[in-house]
């Protein structure tokens, strides 16, 4: 991994179509196109293991450029490689959000540019409140979603970070992948949780 300064890395870049990493959380994926493929080689050779997450806009675009991807990934650390027929079966670790600055499109692979991006803390008031609203969501949750592990849904509503509720909620609930993005580019974790309890008192309101 390139550190360029404090807060600038350079790393290989791994396309999705339509999954979305949040810090803390793990995915295992897939790996089939050959960039990707050996951006995931070049991360575990050459990069510490880490590599750049990011989805594309269209899933149906197979070669995307950088026109085609969305501004905000995810740096992850690569944990295991099984290496299946004719693809790569991945799981990532997601460490940071980051966002691109530039991409080299190089032959075997794509390398980005990024900015490691922080979460920003709002009124501690106002935080303590709305993971409490959530909290209170999250009770409720087996009735809104049975896909949900109940012991995940208890985790998360008894004395978790606000920072750590709002990614895992992020990751694990159904949200579209527009409004799961939009999660990703919220660092402002008042403004991610409030987002999120939108999301779920619509989903509520549909569902009645």
């Keep these: ?3 360029n300064n404090n807060n600038q890395i ?6 999705t ?26 991360a575990q050779s050459e990069f510490d293991s880490h590599v750049l997450l990011v989805s594309q806009r ?16 995810a740096l992850c650390m690569i944990k295991h490689i099984r290496r299946m027929d004719g693809y790569l079966r991945v799981k990532f670790s997601g ?29 501690t008031l106002e935080e303590m409140a709305l993971v409490r609203r959530l909290a209170k969501q999250l ?4 009735v809104l979603n049975q896909s949900i592990p109940k012991e995940m849904i208890h985790e ?35 403004e991610r949780l409030l987002l999120i309890l939108q999301e779920m008192e619509s989903e509520k309101e549909l569902s009645m």
């Design 139 to 142: 009770e409720n949750m087996d």
């Design 10 to 15: 350079r790393v290989p870049l791994v396309c």
């Design 95 to 123: 460490l940071q959000r980051a966002r691109i600055l530039s991409v080299t499109d190089e032959e075997h692979c794509m390398c980005a540019d990024v900015e490691l991006l922080e979460d920003e803390s709002g009124d």
């Design 17 to 42: 179509r339509g999954v979305i990493v949040f810090p803390q959380q793990e995915v295992i994926i897939d790996v089939g196109r050959s960039k990707s493929v050996h951006a995931v080689e070049d």
């Design 58 to 73: 269209d899933m149906g675009t197979e070669n995307p450029g950088i026109e085609d991807l969305y501004e905000v990934g």
């Design 1 to 3: 991994m390139e550190d």
């Design 156 to 190: 998360l509503s008894k004395g978790v970070s606000a920072q750590y509720m709002s990614d895992q909620i992020s990751q694990i609930f159904p949200f579209s992948v527009e409004r799961r993005q939009k999660l990703l580019e919220t660092t402002n974790i008042n």
